[in-house]
């Protein structure tokens, strides 16, 4: 892998153990992390959680794990991506590729307010009426797609580009576990929502709070 890496431009550094692992990104800071879930020290959904305590650097999780609960548990703790093994070197290079493109993407200088919510994409911050919300990349991926079309329904695979493509290892429930958490953090009442409503049979819309 990190010999197919280098061949298309990037640096590259290995690290076979969690703590290790941890110590080196806040060294380094790097563009992008490849995690395995399964390395000694710490394993790679730990240290996903922590890191995203500490950054939105893009994560793309590895493994042999193929459940559907597996991957909604990885999505869950802020993993940007996740791809299953056996997998074919083009399709990681593929995958990391396009998160960097979004992740680069951010750079637009561009604010989105939609009733009391304030979203920065340039700077990944979100205000409820003036209070930081903590939302993971693909959170913060989907709130700003709907918020930049305010009351337009989007389909689960429509979302998916924004977070994670549309692939084979791309599951359209991950979409639900987003929302859900998304209702938690800006809703009033997340048993009620009022800003982020479900269409019934189609996908969801961001709507301004009454």
Do not use: W
Request: glycine share 6%; net charge neutral; aromatic share 4%.
């Amino acid at each position: 892998m990190r010999r197919y890496l280098a061949a298309d431009g990037h640096e590259v550094l290995v690290v076979h153990d969690g703590r290790v692992a941890l110590d080196e990104f806040r060294r380094r800071r790097p563009d992008l992390l490849v995690l395995d879930l399964m390395m000694p020290g710490l394993d790679g959904m730990t240290l996903c959680r922590i890191l995203r305590r500490e950054s939105d650097v893009p994560i793309l999780v590895l493994t042999a794990r193929s459940a559907e609960n597996d991957l909604l548990t990885g999505l869950n703790d802020g993993a940007d991506d996740y791809l299953t093994k056996p997998y074919s070197p083009k399709e990681l290079l593929a995958r990391i590729r396009a998160l960097l493109r979004r992740s680069r993407s951010h750079a637009t200088d561009t604010v989105l307010t939609i009733g009391a919510l304030t979203i920065d994409v340039e700077r990944h911050t979100v205000l409820d009426g003036g209070r930081p919300v903590e939302c993971t990349r693909g959170e913060f991926a989907i709130l700003a797609a709907m918020a930049a079309q305010p009351d337009r329904v989007f389909t689960r695979a429509q979302l998916l580009t924004h977070t994670n493509g549309e692939d084979r290892d791309s599951i359209e429930r991950s979409i639900d576990v987003h929302v859900l958490n998304l209702r938690r953090k800006i809703e009033p009442d997340p048993r009620r929502p009022s800003r982020l409503l479900t269409v019934y049979g189609i996908g969801y819309k961001m709507t301004a709070d009454v």
